[in-house]
């Protein structure tokens, strides 16, 4: 039991001599290694040393976003997982859920993140509104209001948005995926 | 054949119960996400990430919804407003059990 108690002693002091590794970090690597394979997404790492600042490229391949590449950045705080991580569109899109700033309106992104989600929970949520934008919950009113009203109106503006249309007086970056 | 037995070493180990019983054991390997913390993702018999030795310097927390956590893991989110006081499972209102409870 005694040596128990010193192996203990060592140890507290051999780790105040390590170098700190964030829980954020520590947290987010179990993340990445358990992040699914998607065909639709895939992840960009900047500064690979640097893993709380990172890019999401989503490429989606059906729905009204067909054809298109949109760009995420991923900012994680050291407080993760206790708050979410602060997900913006770089690009300026024409989406029910996304404003022109790149906010995004994602309940798990917000008022529903618990710390047990990661981000494979994020990638799906972020991939699925792109399957099926929720008019139910705008950003941007407009677009939300013409896909409950008109849906084919709305596929048809939303396939211009990508191709660096304007509707409404607002000018969409073009974001179709082949040049 | 005589044997003589110069020295001898005893190994143990020690698991929380945190209520994986023993036809759960059977299938733990397929399912290790029961064996850890949800919030930080370590072992139950690790500890957080802000202590340096498992065991009793890093308990865990049991709640009456079944749910268990480290207690620092869960403490910490329960501090934050945005967890309104939930449990980070199933979001019901996080109320500690005494102790496992039987699911």
């Known amino acids: 039991m005694l040596k128990i108690w010193s192996m203990k002693k060592n140890e507290e002091t051999a780790a105040k001599k390590k170098p700190k590794v964030s829980a954020a970090q520590i947290r987010l690597q179990k993340d990445l290694t358990e992040l699914e394979e998607f065909k639709t997404m895939t992840t960009d790492f900047p500064d690979p040393a640097d893993l709380l600042h990172f890019n999401l490229i989503i490429t989606p391949d059906e729905g009204f976003y067909k054809g298109g590449k949109f760009l995420f950045s991923f900012n994680i705080s050291t407080n993760y997982p206790h708050e979410p991580p602060k997900v913006k569109c770089m690009q300026k899109i024409y989406h029910p859920n996304v404003d022109t700033e790149g906010n995004v309106c994602l309940n798990i992104l917000r008022e529903d993140w618990k710390p047990v989600l990661n981000l494979n929970a994020i990638l799906v949520g972020l991939q699925f509104l792109f399957l099926e934008p929720n008019a139910e919950d705008p950003l941007n009113k407009e677009a939300a209001e013409e896909l409950r009203r008109d849906r084919e109106a709305f596929a048809k503006n939303a396939s211009l948005s990508m191709r660096g249309g304007t509707i409404r007086g607002q000018t969409y970056e073009r974001v179709l995926a082949t040049p | ?103």
């Open chain 2, 1 to 103: 054949m005589k044997v003589a037995v110069k020295q001898w070493h005893a190994v143990a180990y020690w698991k929380w119960d945190t209520g994986a019983t023993t036809e759960q054991d059977a299938n733990a390997d397929e399912d290790a996400e029961d064996d850890v913390c949800g919030i930080c993702r370590v072992s139950f018999e690790g500890c957080c990430p802000t202590c340096k030795m498992p065991g009793d310097d890093c308990p865990l927390i049991w709640g009456q919804c079944t749910h268990v956590f480290h207690m620092h893991c869960l403490l910490k989110w329960l501090n934050t407003a945005s967890s309104k006081q939930q449990c980070p499972m199933d979001r019901r209102t996080w109320v500690t059990a005494e102790r496992k409870v039987d699911r």
